[in-house]
Each structure stands twice: as structure tokens, then as C-alpha cells.
């Protein structure tokens, strides 16, 4: 039972204490939605769900085709929960529609519908079927019709005796529309009896009609005929938003006909359309509004073609494209709450109060599902809904309108005791008590009325504003709330304090180590204000109590002196005072420099000893605002007394002497430049030479620069490749020092003169080509050969060809990313570091045509013991794709094993797999364009009995056929 317009009143304002929302109106956590059961099955249970969530915590009520379902009558219905449990369920008693409403004290919410539907098959009619007399190379048609049923079926025909089915191709067709089964063109193996199975897809019931015997006539061989399409789709098929659209077509003809699909208005099929049985079928899953449309089958063989023609059309139940939000307004405010739904048609909208049909008046309006309301009283609280509808559905958006009314009060949002305001300053008083409607605030200082002026201004929230405060402006402020419900006051004490002020402040000092300073903190304050103060060292509280043999902080009420003694480098930095009180902070800050000996050298490290020299490097250390002046190198042996002064010496050659490499005619010689710190003098240069290995005299050059890293002797007389020995020594004003030690350089290389022979080239793929050759001849007193470069293009691309390259030694290289069934030219031609050969004659080759795009189609498998056997529809190559040369089948465990692969020429195969494991297989078509596409993967389960069937669209379950028949049938379905 709802409570009272007074109780609603209390618990919006409770409810809305601090910001929390502690009560609220139900909102569905789950819905029921619709339901199949079987008619007739024993101790069965429907469960509708429904859990709404709210405070206080809702109950629930149901309602079956519009009437209160009484639990206390009706024993067969019990609650759990929300959730409605119907025990044993019964068609003529429990059939219908199911409504859940959740209800609080702040109103009612009503679910979706959702249907309860029974499913039931019964037997086929006891009764002989004529046989079927047709001639060879005739079609045929063998009606099913199945018996009394309700709920989704699915349909097969036993060929002769189980478990022998007739399985489909491009000849053979079940329509699971109809049921029947159409044979284009009937051959001599076709005689026999054929006999229609049809399962339920909710109770997995499975029943079996008469046989009826197909024979060949004895007077002739039926002629070429052209098709005849007896399987066709309706004129206008409705098609729902996200579904699975499916056409069916199948032809009879002589020759067998060839099904293929287009759209009438000449747009390509949808991209997510994929044919099934041999083409018969095309499927249109996640169907939206622009698959909508008219298509065609075509059928044709060589005595002619046919066409049928028929219209997808797009609908969809409403779905939700502006949701209602809960609302929170006070007593007299006006409400506008808009609701939008898609859907095909287009919805209509209705609104709900607290499960029942909103009704309209003057102040409640609708218009195009918009709900407003004026001067919104407490009455009009609860819970709403707005329902958008068309004839293939109901969508239920929900949300709670809270009308607040309360008298102000203050005790959510109390006024502050004491604010505190320097002279000068601008003061902000609060008034922020709860009510609904919003208070008028009025202010007394002492019992003097305020009013606005140029420094007082009232503030739209209810405080107030005080510019440029001086003493006067002290005292006590009293705020006055006021609307149609009631009064408060609150009030606060404003002190006017006089501003702090640093009359005294630290400044920057330049001490020696072992000094003592004070760093003076004073200032003037307020009598009415305690003040504090803090000293930061460096960003950092000063440690006085860690340092407390250096630190310390002087001085009464007025002063914060900080005192230093004994300076060591440690105190150098920048100290702040901070000097605050209860209203305002200031701050004043000083730089202190520490002067002191400089720090040690670092990184000292000795290398290069002679037996007369050895060589020491060092990096600066601290000099502690003591610049360093100069550097004393001390030295002891075990023969000497203490340290002695150590002499330097400007000795030092460059390192990693190399070179190589260059231009022809051209020695290029490298090394590291001396660091400006050991050339030891002005004047600084290099001294190279280099003579060809055997010869005695040296050539030698001065490079002037201290920065140069290399030279390059140029001389048409150089040798390619020809070894040189080299070494670069080192000179300053002060005369030559050493030389570095000998190293052996190469002159640089000739570039190769002869073009790759025996050039080939080769398609691999629709999309690769390896070009070959035979490698140049080549010396190593020639240089080092790098590697080959492939140029190749189309007719077209000759001014701006591709290029690959490969290492020497390689004699081939493979083009990849190739456009399909065209001609590539390719030339080759051999490079070193002194440059490039000359090209090879021109070769072509052409890329294969693309692999097929159609997967095999209608992948079935058969396991006995640990084998399984798989069979699949063959793949026919379309005329711009490569011709099928063979099968690959792909197989890995369930559990993401490594992937396993099996080659064939059939379209079949047998794997040995362990029956513990399941597995998935997917079968691809090969060509010599490369691989087409993959097949529907199949998941096989684990086998516990020793004999399986399956097939992408089979259910995944056992179901015995029949008493009479020797074994059980078994059927998988894919779970991909």
C-alpha cells in the first residue's frame, strides 16, 4: 500500500539528507522474457524472472493476460523471490502473457510481457504412401507433411533403412520450410524408399512418416529439359531487426541446374551473406534495414535458365533511443520528460504511474510521447513509465519524480559559528538551509536589518557578500529562511582582524664553513590572532630536532628567528619563514651560500702504463663556491719517501686507427680524435701515413684540424681493394709525439662489372614470384661482394619499379604482395660498397589467378572407436579463380592444441583421433593460387559411444528413431 502525500514528503526529505538518495523507487536488476515448454512432460517447472532492486525493498505481484494471479488459490504458482515458478504447467490452463509488478513505498514498476507457449509433435497418420514412378533423368518431389504441431521443427529424409540419410548436394534438396524432399534430376541409385523425419527443436521429439517408394519408369531416358524452380520464397518475407534472414530456392532441370542469387536492383549482396547447401540457401544474419530489398534466384543449365523473384522486408520492436532519468523537483516547478524510441514501424507511447494508465488532465499533457506537467504538487510523485509500442512489441523505459516541499532547515548545512576576515578583505557569509521550494533569505546584523549597497550585495544562493571590510563590519549575522512551509535562522559572529605583516626579514647571506648567522623572522599581527611560525629549508620542514646541534629557533610571540651555528656545506640553500594565523598567511625567503675547500676529484682512474709513463684521468668535483684554480698530481712508488709532484707529458696518439671502404681510386683512413684535454698545447694536428703492404717507404700528410676524424687519399694509380699499412700520429707547437701502432686498411672496392646470368622467373601464388639466377663470378681480391638487388614492375610501371634485396650467397629472392593474374618483369644485378653492376636481361612471369572464395561447403563427420570420417561438398572454381587441385584439412583439440593438418584430392577423408579429446576441424580447398577459404569450423565432442554423426547444423544431442531400428542415432551440432 503507498503511503500518504505527508509520508512522502518526510521520506523525500530524509531520503535526500547529505546528498544520498536512501530511499528510492524499484528498478528491474531482471525481466521475465518468453518461454517454450513441452506439452505433457512430467514434473516440469516455467520460471519467470523477476528482481527489482529499491528501498525499502520492494514485493511483487504477477498478473496472467491481465488478471491478478491470487498465489493463495492458484497452488500451482509459487513465488521465489520475485520470480514466478508455474509447477506442471498445462497449454489450455497457463498459456498466455506474464507481467511482473515490483512495488515500494514509492510506487509500482510493471515488467515486460513475456509469453508462455507449449510445444508439442504429434504422430504421423498409420497409412501406406503411393509409390513414386518417374523416368530417369526426370525430377521429382517427395512431400513430408508433417503432422499436428506447434514450435520450430526441423526435417530429414531415411534413405531405404537407418541410419542411411540422404544427404544434400547440388542434385538433392530438404526444404526446412516444407519438409519435402526435391531430387533435380532422378539417376538409377536413386530407387528406394524414402522416408521423412521430423524433430522438434524445443521437446526433441522425433517422429517418422510412411515410406514412400520412388521407381524408374520402364518406357525411357527422360531428355535435357530446362530448370523448373520448385522451391521458392515468398513474395514479401518480413524480416525482424538482428535476425537471420533465409531464402530457400532449389530447380529441377536436365542438366542438373546451377542456383546462384543477386539482388534486383543490381547492388552487391550483403556482406555478411553466405550460401548453404550448394547455393540453395542464402543467409543473411544481423539483418538491418538496408538488406531490406528484393532478390532473385537464378536457376541454369544448358537448355535454358529461370528466375524467381520475392522481398525482404525490414521490421523492428521498439528499442530505446532516449531513456527517462529520475527526476528530483520541488512543489510548483514544471516537468518536461521526453521519451524516443526506433522501431519499424513507428512506435506509439503510452505512460504508466505506478503500474497503471497515466491520466491526463489540464496540467498533464502528451505530445509525440513527451510527458508534461505543470505545478507539480507532492501527489504527483512515484513511479513512471513510458511504453513505446508497435504491432511487434513493447518497450518499458522507468524512473521515480521526487516533489520535494519541506520548510527550511538548517541542520544539513549549519551556518559556521565564528568567520574570521582581515581589514580590506572581501568575507563571504553562508545561508544554505534545505528546502523545497527554495527559501527567501533576509540578513539582520545585531537587529539592524542589511541591505544591499556598494560594498554589501545579497548572493543568489542565500548568502552574503562583503567587500572592503573594515572593524565596523564586525558582529553577529543572523540569516532568515522563509517559504509556504515554515522559518529558520541561523547565524555567525564575523571578526575584523588587522592583516599580518613581516617587519623584519631574512635576506640572503655568503658565509664560510664554521660561521654562526641568525636569520631574523619578525612581524606585526593582530592582538586579537596567535600566529606560528615554520621555517622550510629547500623546500623541506627545517629539521630542528635532527640537527638540533646547528639549528635552533629564537624569539617571543612577534619573532622567529632561526640561528645557524657552526656552518657546515650541508646548511647551504634556501630557507623560508612561514608565518601564519587563523586568517591570513605570509612569507619571506633567503638564499644562504656556504663557502668551503673544495670536494675530491672523482672517476680517478690510471691506464696506458709504460715502464716510464702512465696516464691519469679525473672528473671535477664539488668546488664549493670556491672556484678550483688548478689540479696537483701526486704520485709514490715503494722506493720513494711520501707523495712527489708527478710530470706530464703531451704524448697521447689517436685510437682505433682504421679505415676502408671509399670510392674507386680512393684510400679512406679513420681514427678518434685526441680529447681536447690531452693535446696539451696549441697548435694541435695529425700526422697519417700509409704506404701498400711490402713496400718500405712511408707517404705522409698533416691534417691541421684537432676535430678531424679521417682522410681520403685520391690517386688513379690505387689498386682496388689492394692492402695498405697506416698509422696517424700527433703534433703541437711544442713538436711531434708518438705515432699510433700499425694497422692494415683496404682501398676501396670496384664496383661488380658483370650482370647475374641464367635469370628465371616464376609464379608461386596469386600473389608471389621468385626470380633466380646464377651468382657473378667473383674474386676476393676483388672486394666483398654485398648482395644482389631485384628490380621489378607492370607494364606501366616502368619509371618507377620495386626493389628487393638479398645478401650475397643468395641466389634468388621471393616477391611478395603481388596483384593476382598479371605480368610482373624482373631484373637482377649484383652490388658491393663501391656501388652497383650493370642489370640482367629482362624476365616475366605471370601470377596465378586467386584462390576460390566459396568453402567447402556442408562439412559432415562420422566417428567409430578413435577414427572419424569427414566428407564435404567440392569447391568449383570460378572463372577468374585457380582451379582446385586438392583438400587440406585443419584439426586441433578443443583445448587450443597445436594445429594439426591433413592433405587430400578427395572430398573425404579419415582422421585417427584419441575419442578423450573434442576437436576442431575446418577444411580448405588448394590451388595453385594458394589456399581458398575455410569451411565453417566444426567442434567434435568427446565420443562415449562408438558411433557419431555430425554436421554444422545438426543439434547436439542423442535421440533414439524408432524401436525397431538396430542402433541410436547421433547427431552434433557445430559450436564454432
Not at 97 to 106: G, I, P
Not at 351 to 365: F, H, P, S, T
Request: proline share 7%; aromatic share 8%; glycine share 10%.
Amino acid at each position: 500500500m503507498l503511503l500518504s502525500w505527508k509520508q512522502m514528503v518526510l521520506l523525500s526529505f530524509i531520503g535526500c539528507l547529505g546528498g544520498e538518495l536512501l530511499f528510492h523507487g524499484p528498478v528491474f536488476v531482471s525481466e521475465p522474457r518468453d518461454s517454450m515448454a513441452p506439452v505433457g512432460a512430467a514434473d516440469q517447472r516455467v520460471t519467470f524472472n523477476c528482481e527489482a532492486r529499491g528501498n525499502p525493498a520492494p514485493h511483487y505481484r504477477w498478473q496472467l493476460n491481465g488478471s491478478d494471479i491470487d498465489l493463495g488459490v492458484e497452488s500451482h504458482y509459487s513465488l521465489d523471490g520475485g520470480d514466478l515458478v508455474v509447477v506442471n504447467p498445462l497449454r489450455d490452463r497457463d498459456a498466455g502473457s506474464y507481467q511482473c509488478f515490483a512495488t515500494n513505498a514509492l510506487g509500482t514498476i510493471v515488467s515486460r510481457e513475456a509469453k508462455l507457449q507449449f510445444a508439442y509433435l504429434e504422430n504421423f497418420k498409420t497409412r501406406m504412401r503411393s509409390a513414386v514412378s518417374v523416368r530417369e533423368g526426370q525430377g521429382v518431389v517427395l512431400l513430408c507433411g508433417p503432422p499436428p504441431h506447434a514450435g520450430e521443427l526441423s526435417y530429414a529424409w531415411i534413405f531405404n533403412e537407418y541410419p542411411s540419410f540422404v544427404e544434400e548436394d547440388g542434385r538433392r534438396f530438404i526444404s526446412q520450410e516444407t519438409g519435402h524432399l526435391y531430387v533435380a534430376k532422378v539417376e538409377p541409385s536413386d530407387v528406394g524408399n524414402y522416408t521423412c523425419v521430423v524433430t522438434s527443436a524445443v521437446t526433441a521429439a522425433r517422429v517418422l512418416g510412411s515410406p514412400t517408394p520412388l521407381m524408374l519408369r520402364a518406357d525411357g531416358v527422360m531428355g535435357e529439359y530446362e530448370p523448373k524452380i520448385e522451391v521458392q520464397f515468398p513474395e514479401t518475407l518480413p524480416a525482424a531487426r538482428g535476425s537471420t534472414a533465409r531464402l530457400e530456392c532449389f530447380a529441377l532441370g536436365n542438366p542438373v541446374p546451377r542456383i546462384t542469387w543477386r539482388r534486383s536492383d543490381g547492388r552487391p549482396l550483403p556482406g555478411r551473406a553466405t550460401l548453404r547447401k550448394s547455393g540453395g540457401v542464402l543467409e543473411i544474419p544481423g539483418f538491418e534495414q538496408e538488406d531490406a530489398g528484393s532478390y532473385e534466384c537464378l536457376a541454369e543449365n544448358s537448355r535454358g535458365r529461370n528466375v524467381a523473384r520475392g522481398r525482404l522486408t525490414y521490421y523492428a520492436k521498439p528499442h530505446w533511443v532516449q531513456l527517462i532519468r529520475d527526476v528530483e523537483a520541488v512543489v510548483g516547478d514544471s516537468l518536461r520528460w521526453d521519451c524516443r524510441a526506433g522501431g519499424k514501424p513507428k512506435p506509439s507511447y503510452r505512460w504508466l504511474r505506478n503500474g497503471e494508465a497515466l491520466v491526463l488532465e489540464e496540467r498533464i499533457q502528451l505530445e509525440n510521447g513527451a510527458l508534461s506537467i505543470v505545478n507539480l504538487s507532492v501527489a504527483d510523485a512515484g513511479m513512471f513509465q513510458c511504453v513505446a509500442e508497435n504491432k511487434h512489441g513493447l518497450a518499458y523505459s522507468s524512473a521515480e519524480l521526487r516533489v520535494l516541499a519541506s520548510a527550511p532547515d538548517f541542520s544539513a548545512a549549519p551556518m559556521k559559528k565564528l568567520v574570521r576576515a582581515q581589514v580590506g578583505s572581501t568575507v563571504g557569509l553562508d545561508c544554505r538551509p534545505r528546502a523545497a521550494p527554495r527559501a527567501l533569505c533576509s540578513w539582520r546584523r545585531g537587529e539592524v536589518t542589511v541591505r544591499e549597497d556598494g560594498r554589501i550585495s545579497f548572493l543568489k544562493d542565500g548568502g552574503l557578500s562583503i567587500a572592503n571590510v573594515t572593524k565596523a563590519d564586525a558582529g553577529t549575522y543572523t540569516c532568515f529562511a522563509e517559504n509556504q512551509f515554515g522559518a529558520a535562522s541561523g547565524s555567525t559572529h564575523l571578526v575584523v582582524t588587522d592583516p599580518t605583516r613581516i617587519t623584519l626579514a631574512p635576506s640572503n647571506m655568503d658565509v664560510s664553513v664554521g660561521e654562526s648567522v641568525v636569520l631574523p623572522c619578525q612581524v606585526r599581527h593582530d592582538p586579537l590572532l596567535d600566529v606560528a611560525f615554520t621555517w622550510y629549508f629547500n623546500g623541506a620542514l627545517a629539521g630542528f630536532q635532527k640537527d638540533s646541534s646547528h639549528l635552533e629557533q629564537a624569539g617571543g610571540s612577534s619573532s622567529g628567528d632561526l640561528m645557524i651555528r657552526n656552518i657546515q656545506l650541508k646548511h647551504a640553500g634556501k630557507y623560508v619563514c612561514v608565518v601564519q594565523s587563523a586568517v591570513d598567511s605570509v612569507s619571506s625567503a633567503a638564499d644562504l651560500v656556504v663557502r668551503g675547500s673544495p670536494g675530491p676529484p672523482a672517476n680517478v682512474q690510471v691506464e696506458e702504463i709504460t715502464d716510464t709513463t702512465a696516464q691519469v684521468s679525473w672528473t671535477e668535483g664539488t668546488d664549493n663556491h670556491s672556484p678550483i684554480t688548478a689540479y696537483a698530481v701526486q704520485a709514490r712508488t715503494p722506493f720513494s719517501l711520501g707523495w712527489q709532484a708527478a710530470r706530464t707529458a703531451p704524448e697521447v696518439p689517436p685510437s682505433e686507427v682504421s679505415g676502408g671502404g671509399g670510392s674507386r681510386s680512393e684510400l679512406v683512413i679513420t681514427w678518434e680524435p685526441v680529447p681536447e684535454e690531452l693535446q696539451n698545447g696549441e697548435g694541435f694536428g695529425y700526422v697519417v701515413a700509409f704506404r701498400p703492404l711490402g713496400v718500405s717507404t712511408w707517404i705522409q700528410t698533416v691534417v691541421t684540424s684537432p676535430e678531424a676524424p679521417r682522410y681520403v687519399f685520391r690517386n688513379e694509380s690505387i689498386v682496388p681493394f689492394a692492402p695498405y699499412e697506416v698509422k696517424v700520429g700527433v703534433y703541437n707547437n711544442k713538436g711531434e709525439g708518438p705515432f699510433s701502432p700499425v694497422a692494415t686498411v683496404f682501398s676501396a672496392e670496384e664496383e661488380p662489372t658483370v650482370a647475374p646470368a641464367h635469370v628465371w622467373a616464376h609464379s608461386l601464388s596469386s600473389s608471389e614470384i621468385q626470380v633466380s639466377w646464377s651468382a657473378v663470378p667473383w674474386k676476393l681480391s676483388s672486394g666483398h661482394l654485398l648482395g644482389y638487388e631485384v628490380r621489378y614492375w607492370t607494364s606501366g610501371e616502368e619509371g618507377s619499379p620495386r626493389r628487393v634485396k638479398v645478401v650475397a650467397g643468395e641466389t634468388a629472392a621471393r616477391l611478395h604482395g603481388l596483384r593476382s593474374h598479371l605480368v610482373y618483369h624482373a631484373a637482377v644485378r649484383a652490388y658491393n660498397s663501391a656501388g652497383a653492376g650493370p642489370f640482367s636481361a629482362t624476365v616475366n612471369a605471370t601470377t596465378r589467378k586467386t584462390p576460390p572464395s566459396q568453402p567447402p561447403g556442408n562439412v559432415v563427420w562420422n566417428a567409430t572407436d578413435a577414427r572419424v570420417f569427414l566428407s564435404w561438398e567440392r569447391v568449383r572454381a570460378m572463372e577468374n579463380e585457380s582451379e582446385v587441385t586438392g583438400y587440406k584439412v585443419f584439426y586441433r583439440t578443443s583445448g587450443q592444441g597445436g594445429l594439426r593438418v591433413l592433405s587430400t584430392n578427395q572430398t573425404s577423408a579419415e582422421l585417427r583421433l584419441p575419442v578423450q579429446e573434442g576437436y576442431v576441424v575446418h577444411v580448405r580447398a588448394t590451388t595453385a593460387g594458394g589456399d581458398g577459404a575455410s569451411s565453417t569450423p566444426v567442434r567434435i565432442p568427446r565420443r562415449t559411444s562408438s558411433d557419431a554423426r555430425g554436421s554444422p547444423s545438426a543439434i547436439a544431442n542423442t535421440y533414439p528413431v524408432s524401436r525397431c531400428l538396430p542402433a541410436v542415432l547421433f547427431m552434433a551440432h557445430a559450436l564454432w
